[in-house]
Antibody, heavy 125, light 108 residues
Framework: EVQLVESGGGLVQPGRSLRLSCAAS????????MHWVRQAPGKGLEWVSG????????GYADSVKGRFTISRDNAKNSLYLQMNSLRAEDTALYYC??????????????????WGQGTLVTVSS | SYVLTQPPSVSVAPGKTARITCGGN??????VHWYQQKPGQAPVLVIY???DRPSGIPERFSGSNSGNTATLTISRVEAGDEADYYC???????????FGTGTKVTVL
């Protein structure tokens, strides 16, 4: 059974840092890309960042680029999100999600087949 | 950046058909995926590659995609289908994943 368990959320002051973790089990972790998706209270889903199976390809939403860093440790079956210079608008439930699909030279056909339950990040003074 | 527009809400009586649209520029050329999210729960994939259903998802859920609109159709709606629904695509110009604005389905 696929399981994704996020941790590391909490209350943090604006400008400070936080590191989220996602522990994966039930599948061959290093075969799959992994992503972070967040959801502000009462709002919709927002893609945050993604990383390929070997960390060779990484992407960020414009809203977090330069402040957040995604990484993974395939030996530990874990995904991470280092969040620096946090802002009030970063307050959200952060989900890690397993990705399935493929990319050709011109397009990508990828979707999120499993999601964790999320970890809540609250940025407030 | 690529924008996906969904109606904020759709109301449907039990046993009837709900249609949730996802509008985007030439979305028919992209692969669209749909997620169901019930209150307090993580999203669940209900349709991928425009019209494929994951195992465990009822046949009542179907999808289509053409032109500037993708559609998620829920037939014979049940009370348990009440949830928020999101469409998702990959945007080639930004190399980003993009989610729709979300639609709340209410079963009357």
């Amino acid at each position: 059974e696929v399981q994704l368990v996020e941790s590391g959320g909490g209350l943090v002051q604006p400008g400070r840092s936080l590191r989220l973790s996602c522990a994966a089990s039930g599948f061959t972790f290093d075969d799959y890309a992994m992503h972070w998706v967040r959801q502000a209270p009462g709002k919709g889903l927002e893609w945050v960042s993604g990383i390929s199976w070997n960390s060779g390809s990484i992407g960020y939403a414009d809203s977090v680029k330069g402040r957040f860093t995604i990484s993974r440790d395939n030996a530990k079956n874990s995904l991470y999100l280092q969040m620096n210079s946090l802002r009030a608008e970063d307050t959200a439930l952060y989900y890690c999600a397993k990705v399935v699909g493929y990319c050709s030279s011109t397009s990508c056909y990828v979707y999120f087949d499993y999601w964790g339950q999320g970890t809540l990040v609250t940025v407030s003074s | 950046s690529y924008v996906l527009t969904q109606p904020p809400s759709v109301s449907v009586a039990p046993g009837k058909t709900a249609r949730i649209t996802c509008g985007g520029n030439n979305i028919g050329s992209k692969s669209v995926h749909w997620y169901q999210q019930k209150p307090g729960q993580a999203p669940v994939l209900v349709i991928y590659y425009d019209s494929d259903r994951p195992s465990g998802i009822p046949e009542r859920f179907s999808g289509s995609n053409s032109g500037n609109t993708a559609t998620l159709t829920i037939s014979r709606v049940e009370a348990g289908d009440e949830a928020d629904y999101y469409c998702q695509v990959w945007d080639s110009s930004s190399d980003h994943q993009v989610f729709g604005t979300g639609t709340k389905v209410t079963v009357l």
